[in-house]
């Protein structure tokens, strides 16, 4: 598997070798200075407190199994953060992991055999679905990048297992509306099937609309997140799913099983970090982030590139003139433009001439006038 949950797959076997690091390699083998905006690996740092809290443990002496569904401490803290009771927590190796334990456990339950999901979609969806050996039907999201709703109603059957989405969504940018993700639960509870709401961008809202799936207080509905991205820290594989009561013990035994436990000083870091992080910590991200999409969307607006600004997340897709988002393409900017990307053709068929870039480097603004320069001279 990839070193980073990022990747993307182009063909059956794509998940021994994703694209992502396809793209990676083309472009560390690159005979100039190339910007890396391929990977959604946070380039900020994470909050003074995961720092101590790593230190701290370092004389802890604490090196034995943690209890398998995590730190005690660590789930009391997500309980309270996420108003849950915290026996529906199952502290995971990241939102990865949380997103399998809640596929897994849909096909389970028995209900269905197919996952609903998005078109573009975070690529590690579909191959989840094929790892578990079930069918995958994309659905098409509407023009402003949001879920359809309505065609997600008409795509579901009795087959369908669970509808997977993720808001703030990776790649298109867009933060769901409330109505919309209770309508989701809706469908998903006609047809007995589970709503998966993977939220591991839920930090990075700047439309001020996200509101997480658990507040919907709805039976079917699953949410996963993570510390990877909130904290800049997606080496340290820490998330969680929050489970309806009655699926949380197979989850548990699925990830004793398949785990034993996370990473014990992962997760105590992790918990310290959540006891002493302030908002200013998440705000100043934000704000970093707003900079580099202004800069980056301005300069693609010289360019003459049709673009969408995120309303959260951290990626922007964009498409050139007579430009498809196909590898060689990306391959050819890497090589004549200096900057890397990841194919749109890499998340489905509807974003198959857009490029998605990742704001996580401090030369966006950089990339987007050397885009603007190539498009010009060609
Ligand atoms: C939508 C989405 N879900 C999950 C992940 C993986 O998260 P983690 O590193 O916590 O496993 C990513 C990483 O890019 C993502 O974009």
């Not at 849950?84 to 949380?98: F, H, K, P």
């Not at 998605?356 to 001279?377: I, K, S, V």
Request: glycine share 6%; proline share 5%.
């Amino acid at each position: 598997m990839a070193d980073s949950a990022d990747a993307s797959a182009e063909s059956d076997d794509a998940y021994d070798e994703p694209l992502f690091q396809r793209v990676i390699q083309y472009a560390a083998a690159a005979d100039r200075d190339v910007i890396d905006m391929v990977s959604g690996h946070p380039d900020w740092e994470p909050p003074e407190a995961l720092r101590e809290g790593l230190h701290a443990y370092a004389d802890a002496r604490e090196f034995q199994y943690p209890p398998s569904e995590g730190l005690r401490e660590l789930r009391e803290a997500i309980a309270a953060r996420r108003n849950v009771d915290e026996s529906r927590i199952v502290v995971t190796n990241g939102a990865g992991e949380a997103n399998y334990l809640a596929m897994a456990g849909a096909i389970e339950r028995g209900s269905g055999s197919e996952f609903l999901l998005t078109d573009p979609v975070y690529p590690y969806y579909p191959g989840k679905a094929d790892l578990l050996d079930a069918d995958a039907t994309r659905v098409p999201v509407r023009e402003d990048g949001h879920v359809d709703v309505e065609a997600m109603r008409a795509a579901a059957t009795d087959d369908t297992a669970a509808i997977v989405v993720n808001t703030p969504n990776n790649p298109t940018g867009a933060v769901y509306d409330r109505e919309s993700v209770a309508a989701l639960a809706d469908v998903a509870g006609e047809v007995d099937a589970l709503l998966v709401v993977d939220e591991v961008y839920d930090h990075f809202d700047f439309s001020n609309r996200f509101e997480s799936a658990l507040t919907l207080g709805r039976e079917h509905v699953v949410v996963t997140s993570a510390f990877s991205k909130s904290m800049a820290i997606t080496g340290f594989r820490v998330g969680y799913a929050v489970f309806p009561e009655d699926l949380v013990e197979e989850a548990l035994t699925r990830h004793m099983l398949v785990n034993v436990a996370t990473s014990r000083p992962a997760q105590a870091a992790v918990e310290h970090a959540l006891r002493e992080t302030p908002p200013s910590y998440y705000e100043s991200v934000r704000d970093t982030l707003r900079e580099r999409i202004d800069a980056f969307t301005d300069a693609l607006d010289a360019a003459g590139a049709d673009y969408t600004t995120p309303e959260g997340a951290f990626y922007v897709l964009a498409r050139f003139e007579d430009f498809p988002g196909t590898r060689a393409n990306v391959e050819r900017l890497i090589d004549e433009a200096g900057v890397a990307g990841m194919p749109g053709e890499a998340f489905g068929d509807v974003y198959d001439d857009w490029i998605r870039f990742a704001l996580c480097t401090d030369r966006a603004d950089e990339a987007a006038d050397r885009l603007a320069a190539y498009f010009e001279d060609r």
